[in-house]
């Protein structure tokens, strides 16, 4: 939980300082990876 928190809190971080909406929605994406990532494999 705790690594999902910080994950979430530095791409939010990234996010705000990104110039453009391309920058913007990968820093999103490497967030969803991380988030579902740790779901898939505190899962199994």
């Known amino acids: 939980m705790l690594i999902s928190t910080l994950v979430d809190y530095w791409a ?3 996010m705000e300082d990104a110039k453009d909406q391309k920058t913007k929605r990968r820093w999103m994406a490497a967030s969803l990876v991380v988030n579902l990532g740790l779901l898939l494999s ?3």
């Open 12 to 14: 939010a971080m990234l």
């Open 42 to 44: 505190s899962s199994t």
